[in-house]
Nanobody, 117 residues
Framework: QVQLVESGGGLVQPGGSLRLSCAAS????????MGWHRQVPGKQRELVAT???????NYADSVKGRFTISRDNAKNTVYLQMTSLKTEDTAVYYC???????????WGQGTQVTVSS
């Protein structure tokens, strides 16, 4: 099973920036489709952004133009650069990986992002 460890969360003021990182285990990282999701208490987890093994990206409408997902296959890491942060971006952010021919999924433990003045 792929292990994922997120980092980079914290407290930031509205309009500020943060970069989240997600380090993955395993030697097949370049074949994984990777994604970032977020969840606030009482709500369902929602998709934020994805990047396929080929490098194609997709974003939720709410973050388009503000967030950028990228990957570094040499470091087995996927990033989420977040700019122009809003209070409504406050959530626990989770990294996930989809891998193998069976399309298995692994999740990280999550990292808290709080946008507040």
């Amino acid at each position: 099973q792929v292990q994922l460890v997120e980092s980079g969360g914290g407290l930031v003021q509205p309009g500020g920036s943060l970069r989240l990182s997600c380090a993955a285990s395993g030697i097949g990282f370049r074949t994984y489709d990777m994604g970032w999701h977020r969840q606030v208490p009482g709500k369902q987890r929602e998709l934020v952004a994805t990047v396929t093994s080929e490098g194609s990206t997709n974003y939720a409408d709410s973050v388009k133009g503000r967030f950028t997902i990228s990957r570094d296959n040499a470091k087995n890491t996927v990033y989420l650069q977040m700019t122009s942060l809003k209070t409504e971006d406050t959530a626990v952010y989770y990294c996930n990986a989809i891998y193998s021919v069976y399309r298995l999924t692994s999740w990280g433990q999550g990292t808290q992002v709080t946008v507040s003045s």
